[in-house]
């Protein structure tokens, strides 16, 4: 459990090195359904938070996206604890628009490394607080091509990337192509 901002909110830790990723679940996923994505960072030297959000698994409160970028602030300042040379986010779905409404609220004086938003729904206008800013889409996925031209517009700075299928976010991590999206996560967080 890490505890931050008056919450407990569960996650599963994996230690390598200095540098950070957080990962943010989607509604209908939780801190387990990444897949091998958390052991593909962690084997490349990277540690990872896996968060799951208030009212998720054995975190306290209520699902309320309202309290998801609440939850990404305690999330950072545990990790501001261990004094990481640097922190990257991967956020999926909701996690993704609750990353974004975390970017457009935080006095944070941070800067994230890599920021990668898969599957990003309703994405507002935001400045991300990050050197590099990729999202991805599945190209068969229902509006897509809806979503992209959103991010586009909203989120100017952002890389674009398509990947085949119609799985929405975390489910691709159980298709046949998971290993080649957990490859694209893992090298866009290394070349950072």
Not at 4 to 29: I, M, P
Not at 107 to 120: G, H
Not at 164 to 179: L, R, S, T
Request: proline share 5%; hydrophobic share 40%.
């Amino acid at each position: 459990m890490i505890k931050g901002l008056n919450r407990s909110l569960e996650a599963d830790v994996y230690e390598a090195g200095d540098r950070w990723v957080l990962l943010c679940h989607g509604k209908v996923f939780d801190k387990r359904d990444w897949g091998s994505l958390p052991q593909s960072l962690n084997t490349h030297g990277l540690s990872v938070l896996s968060l799951n959000f208030s009212g998720y698994g054995a975190s306290a409160g209520s699902k309320d996206p309202n309290q998801y970028p609440l939850d990404i602030d305690a999330a950072l300042d545990w990790l501001n604890e261990r004094h990481p040379s640097s922190v990257s986010a991967v956020a999926a779905s909701m996690g993704a628009v609750a990353l974004i409404h975390w970017a457009q609220s935080t006095t944070r004086m941070m800067t994230l490394d890599t920021t990668i938003l898969f599957a990003p729904r309703a994405a507002p206008h935001a400045v991300i607080p990050t050197q590099s800013l990729h999202c991805l889409f599945n190209a068969l996925e229902d509006d897509a091509d809806a979503h992209i031209r959103r991010v586009k517009e909203h989120l100017p700075d952002s890389q674009v990337h398509i990947i085949p299928g119609n799985a929405h976010a975390q489910n691709n991590f159980n298709e046949p192509k998971a290993d080649e999206v957990v490859g694209l996560i893992t090298s866009l967080v290394l070349d950072s």
